[in-house]
């Protein structure tokens, strides 16, 4: 289901790459029909028209199926958690997961920006990639911090607060360009990333993709950071130069984590197909 329009960031993760992977699309540009699903057939759902979806054509689907909701900062399944149930539903893969420990839910990435926003422009990442990823050893920033408190003043600004504390740190609260952006990451050890809107935040997959570690708050997503650099805090207020300065992560200088690969992620998906 990747077009012009909707293209994936292959080989990279985003939320418009699970689209294409999906034999069957229900989000705002398309609805199709499900008369012809077979075992195992990926569903994406939009995650903030599932309700519609629920409400109508998830009736109409006779097989067990995948189902995958994302491009969007709603968290899922909210309310409907009882669909976990349902004989139908295979497995639920979902970006800003609210369920914990389900045998039916696994959390996705919210991975790059897609390719159609003006910040996800896969062909300026992936020179930034080739350009700015700097050996661990040889970055001079501790902590990056570019954020806007704004979008969830309650976890970021403490974040920030704990930041503010630290010797060796960069925070950016000035607009810069993409490239200025990309090139600061690879210079930097860690990048802080608290969630914003959702759970999950761009920022951090591309301080992975940049060879920087996010520093993220335990969530729904923890499965995600298993092979994945990362340090994952119960609370902000852990925070702190000594902390990060103990880490040493210079193991994953040649290496891109899986979880932001686009194949891991279609045979991940495939494997339901199995009976």
């Known amino acids: 289901h990747a077009t012009a329009e909707r293209n994936s960031s292959y080989p990279f993760i985003s939320g418009d790459t699970f689209r294409a992977f999906a034999d069957y699309v229900f989000d705002e540009t398309k609805q199709d ?21 629920f409400q109508g054509p998830y ?43 389900h045998s039916k839910v696994f959390p996705i990435p919210i991975g790059l920006a897609n390719t159609r926003w003006e910040f996800g422009e896969l062909k300026r990442l992936t020179n930034g990639f080739k350009k700015y990823r700097k050996p661990w050893s040889n970055r001079t920033t501790l902590l990056y911090v570019n954020f806007s408190v704004r979008n969830n003043p309650g976890e970021r600004q403490a974040a ?35 969630p914003g809107n959702g759970l999950d935040c761009h920022r951090t997959w591309e301080a992975i993709l940049m060879g920087a570690v996010p520093v993220v708050i335990s969530s729904g997503l923890d499965p995600l950071f298993k092979n994945a650099p990362s340090v994952i805090l ?26 932001l690969c686009a194949r891991y992620w279609f045979q991940r998906l495939l494997r339901h197909r199995e009976r």
């Open 33 to 53: 029909k499900f008369e012809s699903l077979k075992y195992g057939d990926i569903v994406f759902v939009k995650a903030d028209v599932f309700n519609k979806f």
């Open 160 to 194: 920030l607060s704990q930041a503010q504390k630290f010797k060796n740190v960069a925070i950016v609260d000035k607009k810069i360009s993409y490239e200025t952006y990309l090139e600061q990451v690879g210079n930097a050890r860690f990048v802080l990333s608290p």
């Open 59 to 101: 009736d109409s689907i006779k097989k067990p199926f995948v189902l995958v909701t994302h491009n969007s900062d709603f968290f899922s399944p909210r309310n409907f958690a009882d669909k976990l149930k349902d004989q139908k539903l295979i497995a639920w893969y979902a970006s800003n997961p609210d369920v914990r420990n």
């Open 234 to 259: 119960k609370d902000w207020a852990h925070l702190n130069e000594k902390l990060l300065l103990s880490y040493k992560f210079s193991s994953y200088d040649n290496f891109v984590s899986p979880v």
